[in-house]
């Protein structure tokens, strides 16, 4: 993610336990490209640390906390900063999937203004549950939501899902925004965005997808990784 952009110093992943569904799991905070699997800990539902932890927690871990509490169905999520989905928060234009790449972010995403609900106070940061879990009810059922002047919280059934979306997130927003210079934009319908979803929409183990998953890691230079498993 570091390597193709998504995140940089901030931002970060984190994977629900597959065999303990209410705590998921989270780097301490640290920059992600130097994270290692030492650094990972295991969160619960609140945003705390399952086990007693010293190390510092991220400040913005309820954003995971919150979507896992009220979404089943999400098993990884990703927030970050990603510097050409900002235009997007904080004006009038909608952010639309408009290449096929982006068909994954849905035909709605919708835009969360942390000072709708906690004033002009916060430092725009979502510090604490209640604040993750109004993110959380703006996204509702959504894939994407948009954090106004701040970046974006991805939501999927699997990490190369939330990955793969977090990647041409930024990528459909750039597109859409060189062409809204040039004229009126035809997003994907809603039949094309379904059809993408159906064919390579949740099947983490696809060819297809498996050759993202391998030239991502191949560029990081972490694919020793895949082999391993
Ligand atoms: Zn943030």
Redo the contacts with the bound molecule.
């Keep these: 993610m570091a390597n193709e952009d998504v995140v940089d110093a901030?931002?970060h992943v984190s994977l629900r336990n597959p065999e303990a569904p209410e705590r998921f799991f989270l780097a301490h905070s640290k920059s992600p490209a130097l994270i290692e699997a030492s650094d990972i800990v295991e969160h619960t539902l609140d945003g705390q640390a399952y086990q007693p932890e010293q190390r510092p927690l991220y400040l913005?871990r309820f954003?995971h906390a919150a979507i896992y509490e009220a979404r089943p169905d999400i098993m990884a999520v990703v927030?970050?900063?990603a510097e050409d989905v900002l235009p997007f928060g904080i004006t009038q234009a909608k952010l639309r999937p408009v290449i096929h790449s982006g068909a994954f972010i849905g035909a709605e995403v919708p835009l969360w203004d942390i000072a709708e609900r906690f004033g002009d106070r916060t430092n725009?940061?979502?510090t604490n549950m209640d604040q993750g879990r109004d993110l959380a009810r703006t996204l509702a059922g959504h894939n994407v939501a948009l954090?106004r002047g701040?970046?974006f919280a991805a939501a999927a059934r699997s990490l190369i899902d939330v990955v793969r979306m977090s990647v041409y997130l930024p990528r459909n927003a750039r597109v859409q925004h060189k062409a809204m210079q040039l004229g009126e934009l035809k997003p994907l319908s809603v039949g094309e965005i379904n059809a993408r979803a159906a064919g390579t929409g949740y099947k983490p183990q696809s060819p297809e997808t498996q050759r993202a998953w391998q030239y991502w890691a191949q560029r990081a230079g972490c694919a020793e990784l895949l082999k391993q498993r």
Excluded: C, K, N, T
């Design positions: 901030y931002g913005e954003i927030h970050a900063h725009l940061l979502v954090m701040h970046g």
